[in-house]
Nanobody, 124 residues
Framework: QVQLVESGGGLVQTGGSLRLSCAASGRTFSSYAMGWFRQAPGKEREFVAAISWSGGSTSYRDSVKGRFTISRDNAKNTVYLQMNSLKPEDTAVYYC?????????????????WGQGTQVTVSS
């Protein structure tokens, strides 16, 4: 069982930055691939970024490439999402997820555990 708690969301102007954190409970954090997903009002949940168990592999949706960076610190049981050059279309609730595999996936259905979400709002 893994419990995930996100933090770091908030209100920021266009072009600003935020860093989301996701703290995980449990001793086997390093065995899990981790992902970030988001959901805007009236829209489906969508993949944002993912990272393998070691951090050696990452993946991003096209619209955030070059702006967002996913990373993890297995010693701290934490995964991060650094978001730069934010745009109004990035506004959503951001969810952290853990997959019971060392290998990342871009499909939300492949993830086993989810956090409660943190709101990110980018004003124009």
């Amino acid at each position: 069982q893994v419990q995930l708690v996100e933090s770091g969301g908030g209100l920021v102007q266009t072009g600003g930055s935020l860093r989301l954190s996701c703290a995980a409970s449990g001793r086997t954090f390093s065995s899990y691939a981790m992902g970030w997903f988001r959901q805007a009002p009236g829209k489906e949940r969508e993949f944002v970024a993912a990272i393998s168990w070691s951090g050696g592999s990452t993946s991003y949706r096209d619209s955030v490439k070059g702006r967002f960076t996913i990373s993890r610190d297995n010693a701290k049981n934490t995964v991060y999402l650094q978001m730069n050059s934010l745009k109004p279309e990035d506004t959503a609730v951001y969810y952290c997820a853990a997959r019971g595999s060392r290998y990342l996936s871009t499909w939300w259905s492949d993830y086993d555990y989810w956090g409660q979400g943190t709101q990110v709002t980018v004003s124009s």
